[in-house]
């Protein structure tokens, strides 16, 4: 029973006579600590688990099975992947609390229709809804409004022409005033100005292979939300038929942007005015050259802030299967290019780079330099090309990791009568792809000698050797390596 706000149990007594052990001291927990508890056993953002992990804590004892059973915050998750008797039990237990409802399937089922039916009713509770869009005009159609509704997610249903637009009845800013978050997935209703309004989150993704984003539409709903502090957006920027509007975000914490093709995204950065504090991601195509420099410009502008404290301190560039990126601290930029011989590796970078001041290029402290390209085997002047680069930007670079150097690029790390390039290196992380071990030891080791000798003021202290496969690794090699380096560390 609840006494209180305790959980009660009355003690049993066993054949004997004897009471049996006093109430365990979980029942005697307060109310709000024991739901904190069940909901770590059944954590809701798990939700398809939800419901079977539920109904195992309510086997464990009648007291529990009561708790749960009249408490409203455990059954708070609609879901249309749960069977319908568990779904109707929810809709029923939550009583007036806030639910979230998600009917976003696109294979409609018979008990999908129903549930969508039964929310009708309850949507003046509704706070988070994951629905079809043509589903969504069926509920405006049906229900007077949803007050409580903030998030709001909108895929797209099978239809005959994925093409064709979705009316709504009305403006859905109306029916749901305080409505904060919109995911729009490959979704084309009829836009209207603004469709929605006053918003903090918004996150479009048209798909790769539909017409493009309608930008105009789209900073119509920007100018109408000045709090927004998320901005996500992923598709084809088509040209620009017009200007488009300059709108001012200054709450804007998180900015994403993905555009694998067209040639507008400078206009559309340039249009925003704005200094994201947490991240700004920007991926585009590099494919046209001629674009490359103005999108790289208004990166600078919009994202070198986020390039500072601690996170910044670390600097990651990675050449990949046709793309290119640089990350620091919560700046991301990516280059897509389907060209090898267009993508001129990691080169295209050094404009981010003059554009940081110099205390933020003093600050880097760890670069991280990788090959992942499966295509195309490492070229032979990437690492050094880029090292240099580094160098001349990133002066007190105390922790280095690079893909595999081979003797022939033994200069890539400074000259060995001149010491390191890195006079403040402190850890060295190389890694052996297809190659003996003693190609690194004779890239390295000459250093290492003339640091034990004292030739030279820097010694590292740390060298991290990662080879591919295990049979690659020579221990005797590795013995010399320990002898020099007071830490040796082997990965595989």
């Known amino acids: 029973m609840l006494q209180h706000g305790r959980m009660i149990t009355q003690p049993t007594t066993v054949a004997g006579g004897q009471p049996r052990t006093p109430w365990a001291a979980i029942n005697d927990l307060p109310l709000e600590i024991f739901c904190e508890i069940i909901l770590l056993a059944a954590p809701q953002d798990r939700v398809l688990e939800y419901y079977g992990r539920l109904r195992v804590l309510r086997l464990v004892a009648t007291s529990w099975s009561t708790l749960i059973d009249n408490h409203p915050k455990f059954w708070t998750i609609v879901h249309a992947l749960d069977r319908e008797p568990v779904w109707r039990m929810a809709l029923q237990k939550s009583k007036a609390a806030e639910i979230d409802v998600d009917v976003g399937s696109i294979f409609e089922s018979k008990s999908q229709t129903r549930l969508i039916k039964a929310i009708v009713g309850h949507m003046p509770r509704v706070r988070s809804l994951r629905i079809i869009d043509e589903e969504f005009g069926y509920l405006l159609e049906n229900t007077s409004a949803a007050p409580c509704l903030r998030s709001l997610s909108l895929g797209q249903g099978l239809r005959d022409n994925d093409d064709d637009p979705i009316a709504l009845p009305f403006h859905p800013a109306k029916w749901a005033p305080n409505l904060r978050n919109v995911d729009l997935m490959c979704s084309p209703l009829t836009w209207m100005e603004p469709l929605w309004n006053n918003l903090e989150r918004l996150f479009i993704d048209t798909g790769r292979f539909m017409p493009g984003l309608p930008m105009q539409e789209i900073f119509t709903i ?25 709108v001012k975000l200054e709450a804007l914490e998180s900015l994403r942007f993905d555009s694998t093709k067209g040639g507008s995204l400078a206009e559309a950065l340039n249009s925003i005015i704005a200094l994201p504090t947490a991240r700004c991601a920007v991926h585009f195509d590099a494919s046209d050259e001629t674009q490359v420099e103005s999108a790289l410009q208004s990166i600078c502008r919009i994202g070198l802030s986020i390039a500072d404290g601690e996170a910044g301190r670390k600097l990651e560039l990675v050449r990949n299967d046709n793309v290119n990126s640089l990350t620091m601290g919560g700046f991301d930029v990516r280059l897509y290019s389907k060209a090898h011989d267009k993508l001129n590796h990691l080169m295209n970078f050094t404009q981010l780079f003059e554009g940081l001041s110099p205390s933020r290029r003093a ?25 240099s680069i580094v160098h001349f930007f990133f002066p007190n670079i105390s922790h280095l990791s690079i893909p595999r150097i081979t003797e022939t690029q033994e200069t890539a790390l400074g000259r060995p009568n001149e010491g390191w390039l890195f006079p403040h ?27 034990e000798a004292g030739e030279h003021v820097t010694r590292v202290k740390t060298l991290i050797l990662k080879f591919v496969c295990w049979f690659h690794v020579d221990e005797e090699a590795i013995a010399e390596l320990d002898a020099l380096v007071p830490n040796v560390v082997v990965e595989r």
């Open 222 to 246: 920007l100018k109408a939300s000045p709090g927004l502090r998320s901005l996500d957006i992923t598709g084809i920027v088509p040209p620009e038929q017009s200007p488009l509007p300059a």
């Open 363 to 387: 600050a880097v402290t760890t670069v991280k330099i990788d090959d992942r390209d499966s295509a195309t085997p490492t070229d032979s002047n990437l690492v050094p090309a880029v090292l």
């Open 425 to 451: 290196l402190e850890t060295l992380s190389l890694r052996s792809h297809n190659n003996h071990p003693r190609h690194v030891m004779g890239v390295v080791k000459p250093r290492l000698e003339a640091a």
